[in-house]
């Protein structure tokens, strides 16, 4: 029967968010500052593009939204009246 845990010490404890820190600073820590500012942009590109793509909507949720509004103009109509 175990009476005491082991505890963990700080170093072993470590947020996700960390450890991506500590990889990019890993991959960043030697480039020269020209070299950095290309790797920033792309990145900055790569993100903007996801973004982009993430907020295509498909044929039937556009279908959706438009009966969502057609549902929620029809309500402000019979409620003005």
């Known amino acids: 029967m175990k009476l005491f845990r082991k505890r963990k ?3 072993e ?4 968010t960390e450890a991506r820190f500590d990889a990019i600073t890993e991959l960043i820590k030697d480039l020269p500052r020209a070299d950095y500012n290309r790797l920033k942009d792309a990145m900055d590109l790569v993100y903007n593009a996801y973004q982009k793509v993430r ?3 498909t044929a039937d949720e556009k279908e959706m939204a438009d009966i969502t509004n ?3 103009i029809l309500a ?6």
Request: proline share 5%; aromatic share 6%.
């Open 9 to 11: 010490t700080s170093y």
């Open 76 to 81: 402000k109509e019979a409620k003005n009246e």
């Open 13 to 16: 404890i470590q947020d996700p």
């Open 55 to 57: 907020n295509v909507k």
């Open 70 to 72: 057609a549902e929620v």
